[in-house]
């Protein structure tokens, strides 16, 4: 079992689904990511900055998972980063609604001493010079460093992204993010010179569709979870990576065989995040629906076939 | 292993994609269903019409492959159907430029005596009751009919379409189609509903997306393998439709189990066929490409996690 350190958003949400609306929750990359890899228990901490009027009661419920705080800076007299967003009927595209960066916009990221020689580094969707100084407060090098990241950063910080991307093992990126930072709709060609670039491992997240996990010419694939509704994606990518890194933070293990393991775990527990709104499905989750849930997976996906 | 009897069209295609264009080429639903089903050596009989204008050479390659012609009419002056289409650039959408049906307008299929007592029925894409008075003609009740239709007949023929659904145990359908039919967005919901109209198997085809497997309430999903280039996509749902047909009747077992190795089948088949023109990579396949390619399926899908 290793340290995992997050570096990410902890923020308010304002979500609007078919199903329904929420005033503000609590949301934020760091904190989907923080709630998935604290299923397995390992120790983890957040480095974030929230404002003054950010509840105790959220800080609470990390803490209440083991999630070590003391790197999420309080801004008494600012606010907390706030994203709203309106999701269309087929739930697989949005339009932002209110970006509020507040205390965001001058964020710079202190890990706590004690995290400084963590083993997994988790860098959350952020600036990339912000997941850039998390990697340079390291003291010892990392053994896995996980990257997040989005379509705005390529569209405004592109050379700062391909910076911290060469230094990552791992990426994880949306198909249409993919084919925008390559160039390429093929997935398999866009996996390939993402490699170039720097990572080690890739994986392109597809919603609905599921993920694939590539690494030099392995490929393996995790579909999603069929389900009866989606609720509300928000986080669910999150969740995503929050599973993976977790995974693999607990079992020491970054082989890619383990990490098809991980990227089962993830889409395991991103499945519970859209049923739904914000964290509340993340927050009521036990260990005996994480392993129903992988039976399901496993339903769903093994076959026996064989051949010589 | 059971005889095989196909419905479906045997045609002329010109396809344009952004890798070139044909002239008119050998297509049809029929065609490429029974050389995905010939894979399996099955004794299989294609019922369809051409005109007077349709090539010896594509019957006799498709005689070559053991597949029984005689229900095919030849109408000598008649003109073949010709389909005509151009995808665009991401290969998921294409535009219908040109539908001649010919001698499609007034076809009346005709099964061979010797294949009405088949026991396994591909009734591929064509007018509902087409379908059906291929099985009014059979002399005892096949043990699986597989189904293949699209959006075209829920347009304008939806009651004889229903009708038919209502007497075929298993469909094979794509996601917006099933969307269409069943007025749901969830394909877990929409599967439900086709379920109740009749089939006890749904097979939702989603493109480059996979496949998903219903039955009850078990679910089974195969990818598409991801591939560099997809070159052509016609006729891979008919290819997938073949594979899944012909595997089920050489191996005489239509559990929900065996199924899911039909739709393994049936997307390995259909990876193949993208990558050429037209039938031209179904014509030049061998049984050692196939099983490293089921080798290579087993790699992108199957995990190794213990649960109790």
Excluded at 195 to 219: D, R, S, T
């Amino acid at each position: 079992m290793s340290k995992l350190v997050i570096v990410g958003t902890v923020a308010f949400d304002a979500i609007e689904t078919p199903f329904g609306k929420t005033d503000k929750i609590l949301g934020g990359a760091a904190t989907f990511i923080g709630l998935a890899a604290s299923q397995f228990n390992v120790d983890s901490a957040i480095v974030s900055v929230v404002g003054g009027d950010f509840p105790q009661e959220h800080l609470d419920l990390l803490s209440e998972r083991e999630i070590d705080i003391s790197g999420i800076e309080i801004v008494k007299e600012g606010k907390t980063f706030f994203w709203s967003g309106l999701y269309h009927n087929d739930m697989n595209s949005r339009d932002t609604l209110i970006t509020e960066l507040n205390v965001l916009a001058d964020f710079k990221p202190v890990v706590p001493k004690s995290y400084r020689d963590s083993k997994v580094v988790m860098l959350g969707n952020l600036h990339p010079l912000v997941q850039s100084s998390v990697l340079d407060q390291m003291t010892t090098e990392p053994l896995l460093v996980v990257l997040d990241t989005m379509n705005f950063w390529m569209d405004c910080a592109l050379e700062d992204l391909l910076t911290v991307i060469k230094r990552v093992d791992v990426i994880t990126i949306n198909d249409e993010e993919a084919r925008q930072l390559t160039g390429e709709y093929s997935l398999v060609v866009a996996a390939r010179k993402i490699h170039e670039m720097g990572p080690k491992y890739v994986v392109i997240k597809k919603g609905e569709h599921g993920a694939l996990l590539f690494h030099n010419e392995n490929v393996f694939f995790a579909p999603a979870l069929p389900l009866e509704e989606v609720f509300d994606p928000t986080g669910a990518g999150d969740t995503f990576a929050g599973g993976f890194a977790g995974y693999l933070a607990k079992t020491d293990d970054h082989s890619f065989e383990n990490m098809k393991k991980a990227v089962i775990y993830g889409s395991t527990l991103a499945s519970f995040c859209v049923e739904k709104f914000g964290t509340e499905r993340m927050e009521n989750l036990d260990g005996n629906e994480i392993h129903k849930r992988l039976q399901q997976f496993k339903a769903l996906t093994q076959f026996e076939i064989e051949l010589t």
